[in-house]
């Protein structure tokens, strides 16, 4: 975490990330804390999840501003909040634990994409009483690994009886994942036996977005990761299945509100290789 304007010291910040025997099908986490007390001050760069932040600072904490909304503290953020800066001033040390969940868990755990997509949600108003609990616990755990059995075991505990994505959607988002968002929306229809118009209808009702419009965020996804890894933005177009690096610069733009340039040395991307390893999700 740290400013913008200047990219921040990585060395500043400690990750951690559960062990292989505690990672979970749909569900990614990482821990964030500074060495060091410092304001933090970012933009989030959005991602095929949805996000769970649970602030362990001490303080005043992280705020959350997207569009105009500001949040506090815990927050869920829905599928492509917008332009998102997380920032604050803690009286200690900076400490978050993010968890990223697909659209299917998401729906288990916390309920239709829909109701929070695109926005930024107090935990309290998506879990309501059990948000602080599960703060409590969290903040009681004396390490990372704790905190990730105690983050899996409320996750596990939370009511499923809950309205389910279709089947045919949930196989539909899992293509898309991995084909890395270079799929055709009538062959995906096809292939769970739907018409198009049903595939698109369902699927926005469902997740909350258009089928093509989560293709793009997958897209646009590992694009933004090829840029921070350092390639140069007309090869990540080919290799990313954009028309042209014209293409590329508008999406990033439309996701990002910035540049392909600038997107390359975004910080929050800049650690994401050790937060989020592949083999995690």
Same mark, same amino acid.
């Given at each position: 975490?740290?400013?913008?304007?200047?990219?921040?010291?990585?060395?500043?910040?400690?990750?951690?990330?559960? $062990?292989?025997? #505690?990672?979970?099908?749909?569900?990614? /986490?990482?821990?964030?804390?500074?060495?060091?007390?410092?304001?933090?001050?970012?933009? /989030?760069?959005?991602?095929?999840?949805?996000?769970?932040?649970?602030?362990?600072?001490?303080?005043?904490?992280?705020?959350?501003?997207?569009?105009? $909304?500001? #949040?506090?503290?815990?927050?869920?953020?829905?599928?492509?909040?917008?332009?998102?800066?997380?920032?604050?001033?803690?009286?200690?040390?900076?400490?978050?634990?993010?968890?990223?969940?697909?659209?299917?868990?998401?729906?288990?755990?916390?309920?239709?994409? !829909?109701?929070?997509?695109?926005?930024?949600?107090?935990?309290?108003?998506?879990?309501?009483?059990?948000?602080?609990?599960?703060?409590?616990?969290?903040?009681?755990?004396?390490?990372?690994? #704790?905190?990730?059995?105690?983050?899996?075991?409320?996750?596990?505990?939370?009511?499923?009886?809950?309205?389910?994505?279709?089947?045919?959607?949930?196989?539909?988002?899992? $293509?898309?994942?991995?084909?890395?968002?270079?799929?055709?929306?009538?062959?995906?229809?096809?292939?769970?036996?739907?018409?198009?118009?049903?595939?698109?209808? $369902?699927?926005?009702?469902?997740?909350?977005?258009?089928?093509?419009?989560?293709?793009?965020?997958?897209?646009?996804?590992?694009?933004?990761?090829?840029?921070?890894?350092?390639?140069?933005?007309?090869?990540?177009?080919?290799?990313?299945?954009?028309?042209?690096?014209?293409?590329?610069?508008?999406?990033?733009?439309?996701?990002?509100?910035?540049?392909? !340039?600038?997107?390359?040395?975004?910080?929050?991307?800049?650690?994401?290789?050790?937060?989020?390893?592949?083999?995690?999700?």
């Amino acid at each position: 975490m740290g400013s913008p304007e200047s990219p921040p010291d990585w060395r500043s910040v400690e990750v951690a990330v559960p $062990r292989q025997s #505690e990672r979970l099908p749909g569900i990614s /986490m990482a821990g964030f804390r500074q060495r060091v007390a410092a304001p933090a001050d970012i933009a /989030m760069v959005a991602h095929p999840s949805v996000t769970l932040f649970v602030d362990l600072s001490e303080g005043d904490g992280l705020v959350y501003d997207a569009h105009g $909304r500001r #949040e506090r503290g815990s927050t869920v953020v829905g599928l492509v909040p917008g332009e998102l800066r997380v920032s604050g001033r803690a009286a200690g040390r900076i400490e978050c634990l993010q968890i990223r969940l697909s659209p299917v868990v998401a729906t288990a755990v916390l309920g239709p994409p !829909t109701e929070f997509g695109g926005t930024v949600t107090s935990l309290e108003g998506v879990w309501g009483r059990d948000a602080g609990r599960a703060e409590d616990r969290l903040r009681a755990a004396t390490s990372w690994d #704790e905190r990730f059995t105690v983050a899996a075991n409320l996750l596990a505990q939370r009511p499923t009886a809950r309205p389910s994505l279709d089947p045919e959607i949930a196989v539909v988002w899992w $293509r898309m994942h991995t084909s890395r968002g270079r799929v055709r929306v009538d062959d995906l229809a096809n292939e769970v036996g739907w018409s198009r118009k049903r595939l698109w209808s $369902r699927f926005r009702s469902q997740i909350g977005l258009t089928p093509k419009r989560a293709a793009q965020l997958m897209r646009f996804d590992h694009a933004a990761h090829l840029l921070a890894a350092g390639n140069a933005a007309a090869w990540v177009a080919a290799a990313s299945g954009y028309a042209d690096q014209s293409h590329l610069h508008r999406e990033v733009k439309a996701f990002t509100g910035a540049t392909p !340039t600038v997107v390359a040395t975004a910080p929050w991307l800049a650690i994401d290789g050790s937060a989020w390893p592949a083999s995690q999700t």
